[in-house]
């Protein structure tokens, strides 16, 4: 099973700066297996981002993914007031089972 | 638009079986290019993900559920199920319904149900 380790468990900052939030798998997932979802509280998760990289529909640009391999990061680059959520990543390589991170909780 | 939506008992007692269902609009779930999954939440967990169920039928399930755990369909109805055997507190927690993508690169989770929540208590 592949462990997804989130870092750091909260980020506290304020509208306007930059976050940064890290995910580091276990092994390699490859370039492209690897998506972020955000939940705010009472709401299912929502895909962010796919394939590291890739904006889901109606994502908004300041949300970057990057990273390949292990390591990958989600950044937030000017944090809006409905951006304060909680993040997780997720691998869905073939190797099953698919798994998640335990998740960055963004809060002001 | 595709939607999801769960459904099933808010309570369930020790070693009984949890059966939930998810009733799919918007698209056929037999189709053969996507997958039908369960996904838990879970203070102490977090996010796991149970298991699937392809539109041909094939199934795969997470070895930490596998040996107490079905999951099905009926195509006749557009839902499939999830039965989980022999339940604990540790089975109480939030089951979402979700779709992927056949497609390697798709297997991102796109489209959730809004959860059910279930206690496990006598």
């Keep these: ?108 | 638009q595709v939607q999801l939506q769960e459904s099933g008992p808010g309570l369930v007692k020790p070693s009984q079986t949890l059966s939930l269902t998810c009733s799919v609009s918007g698209v056929s779930i037999s189709s053969s290019d996507y997958y039908w999954s369960w996904i838990r939440q879970a203070p102490g967990t977090g996010l796991e993900w149970i298991g699937y169920i392809h539109g041909s039928g094939t199934t795969h399930y997470n070895p930490s559920f596998e040996s107490r755990l079905i999951i099905s369909m009926d195509t006749s109805k557009n839902h499939f199920s999830l039965k989980l055997t022999s339940v604990t507190d540790g089975d109480t927690g939030l089951y979402y319904c979700v779709r992927s993508h056949l497609r390697p690169s798709l297997r991102y989770f796109d489209i959730w149900g809004q959860g059910t929540q279930v206690t496990v208590s006598s």
């Design chain 1, 1 to 108: 099973e592949i462990v997804l380790t989130q870092s750091p468990g909260t980020l506290s900052l304020s509208p306007g700066e930059r976050a940064t939030l890290s995910c580091r798998a276990s092994q390699s997932v490859g370039t492209i297996y690897l998506a972020w979802y955000q939940q705010k509280p009472g709401q299912a998760p929502r895909l962010l981002i796919y394939g590291a990289s890739t904006r889901a529909t109606g994502i908004p640009d300041r949300f970057i993914g990057s990273g390949s391999g292990t390591d990958f990061t989600l950044t937030i680059s000017r944090l809006e007031p409905e951006d304060f959520a909680v993040y997780y990543c997720q691998q869905y390589s073939g190797s099953l089972p698919w798994t998640f991170g335990q998740g960055t909780k963004v809060e002001i």
